[in-house]
């Protein structure tokens, strides 16, 4: 019993089945339909797109037995014919396999000969970039002036290797890569035609590991109902794909997010129980990061992601932190092969991006655990031992946390003392962010009124507001309301602008220090040049 493979079974047979191809589709039917059809056409994109498939409908357009036309019926033997391979005027040749100049003579010399039973002989070559260079040369004159019957059809994954001498000679139409949506759709329909049932998170997970090549999306297909038994089920196939779960890539950004290096460490463990392929676990942690850092300067873009709290994340963290991360998450990917095994480098890679934060950028402290109490031997019994009156017990110190609220802290009136207040309060993470970018305008009473950025003004969610406006009443001892104030003024002073300007001035007397030091100076003078943006001050370091 044979069985044929979905990817060949459901190859569209017309362009009105082609998914995701419309500019090309476009172009070629009114080109057939205004009989302007060019001798020579170059299919450039990536694997499984429908750089072949395009070509082969194209050829039944200009063969079909019904007349020429951007809809060939089929059914007559010509479009059967060339849909079963069989086609004597569908020259299919294989470029990996047919590289030298002979083979290109051959072909050359037959082209001269009419077509045996259509209108126009038709020239398919796949991967047209693998052949030689003689063959390129040898091909040019026929492909730039060929018999009036005969079209060339060119197909190539790679177009940078072609010569500009052969590019300049054909219409090029670039394949675009697939969306996931497009192919979990096609891949919709194909099995409700076919009976299997399925789950959306299946043809979702399915889609995503296709990696925009509907071909591949269906190979995978084929296996998944093969593994699954028919029924396809989100666990199965990310089990047969090996991939994780986003709530799995929720659970490392919270780890990270709350610097916990133990819930880290278990989330890791998870993971590694399903054997995923770590490079596409990084690849996910690096989607999820790019769209938490679109949420945080794009307010208008909404996530695709639907496990992950892209929101929730992007009011947490802070952009610079997310860059960072994505950078490592690239990294990491890179230096993967590198590593001692595939789960150290992840290992690393996620306890890199623990170990750093950017300079200037307020992260929570590490998550500590106090280690488990050490059993000590019991001590030998004493025959008389002497009796000692109980010590008064002594009152225990506050945190420095708690010790810098309790600090009585008064209303600030002016800019200075707002500044002055916050920076004794040296708020960590997200409040740290907010404060640092705030400014004062004015107070009425107990209502604080404040500025804010207007390129950041959009991330102040209210949970965010009331948690600053709870830290402030518990400095203040007394409850406080906050006005905040989209930054009209552009001199407003804030504890980040307060800080920069600080770093600038130390960097500048740095240099000033070491250019004018006699030592530089005398090394300067004997052709020494000084490397742009490499002095830092010491505090910098």
Not at 118 to 132: A, C, N
Request: hydrophobic share 40%.
């Amino acid at each position: 019993m044979s069985y044929l493979v979905l990817a060949r079974k459901w190859r569209p047979k017309r362009f009105a089945e082609l998914v995701g191809q419309q500019h090309v589709v476009r172009a070629l039917s009114h080109a057939l339909e205004t009989g302007r059809v060019h001798h020579a056409f170059l299919f450039t994109g990536t694997r499984g797109v429908g750089k072949t498939t395009i070509a082969r409908i194209f050829a039944k357009s200009l063969n079909c037995e019904s007349g020429t036309s951007k809809d060939p019926c089929g059914v007559c033997g010509t479009c059967t014919d060339i849909d079963n391979g069989r086609y004597p005027d569908l020259i299919e040749i294989d470029a990996a396999s047919h590289t030298g100049v002979d083979d290109v003579r051959a072909l050359i010399d037959n082209a001269q000969y009419m077509p045996s039973r259509g209108r126009t002989k038709v020239y398919l070559i796949d991967e047209v970039h693998m052949l030689s260079k003689n063959a390129f040369n040898a091909l040019l004159k026929t492909l730039e002036e060929p018999p009036e019957h005969v079209k060339f059809l060119l197909a190539t994954t790679d177009p940078e290797k072609l010569p500009v001498t052969v590019l300049s000679r054909c219409l090029q139409f670039n394949l675009r890569r697939l969306e996931p949506e497009q192919i979990s759709g096609q891949m919709e329909h194909i099995l409700a035609a076919e009976g299997i049932g399925f789950d959306a998170e299946s043809l979702a997970l399915l889609a995503d590991a296709a990696d925009g090549s509907l071909r591949d999306g269906l190979s995978l297909l084929d296996q998944a109902i093969a593994y699954t038994g028919g029924s396809l089920q989100a666990e199965l196939v990310q089990s047969m794909l090996g991939t994780v779960d986003r709530s799995q890539i929720e659970q490392v950004l919270s780890a990270l997010t709350a610097r916990d290096g133990e819930a880290l460490m278990a989330a890791i463990e998870q993971l590694a129980s399903f054997a995923p392929d770590f490079e596409q676990v990084l690849d996910r942690l690096a989607q999820a990061l790019h769209e938490i850092q679109l949420a945080q300067l794009v307010p208008t873009y909404r996530p695709s992601l639907q496990r992950v709290s892209v929101k929730t994340f992007a009011q947490q963290l802070d952009a610079q932190l997310v860059q960072l991360w994505y950078q490592m998450a690239v990294m990491g990917r890179r230096d993967l092969h590198f590593a001692p095994g595939a789960r150290v480098g992840f290992e690393m890679a996620l306890l890199r991006m623990l170990a750093f934060v950017p300079a200037g950028v307020d992260a929570p402290d590490p998550v500590t655990r106090p280690a488990p109490p050490v059993q000590k031997a019991p001590a030998p019994p004493s025959v008389a031992a002497p009796r000692h009156e109980a010590a008064a017990p002594q009152a225990e110190s506050p945190p420095p946390a708690a010790a810098a609220t309790a600090a009585p802290a008064a209303l600030p009136d002016t800019p200075e003392q707002w500044l002055q207040l916050l920076a004794r309060l040296s708020l960590k993470g997200p409040l740290g962010q907010i404060g640092a970018h705030t400014g004062f305008v004015a107070r009425n009473g107990t209502q604080l009124r404040l500025s804010y950025p207007a390129d950041l003004y959009d991330s102040l969610s209210q949970g965010l507001c009331e948690r600053f406006e709870n830290a402030l009443g518990e400095a203040f001892g007394s409850p406080v309301q906050l006005k905040f104030e989209k930054l009209a003024e552009a001199g407003v002073q804030t504890l980040h602008g307060r800080q920069t300007e600080t770093k600038l001035n130390r960097q500048n007397e740095a240099e000033a220090e070491f250019q004018n030091h006699p030592v530089v100076n005398a090394l300067l003078a004997e052709g020494a040049q000084i490397i742009p943006d490499s002095i830092r001050p010491l505090e910098l370091k």
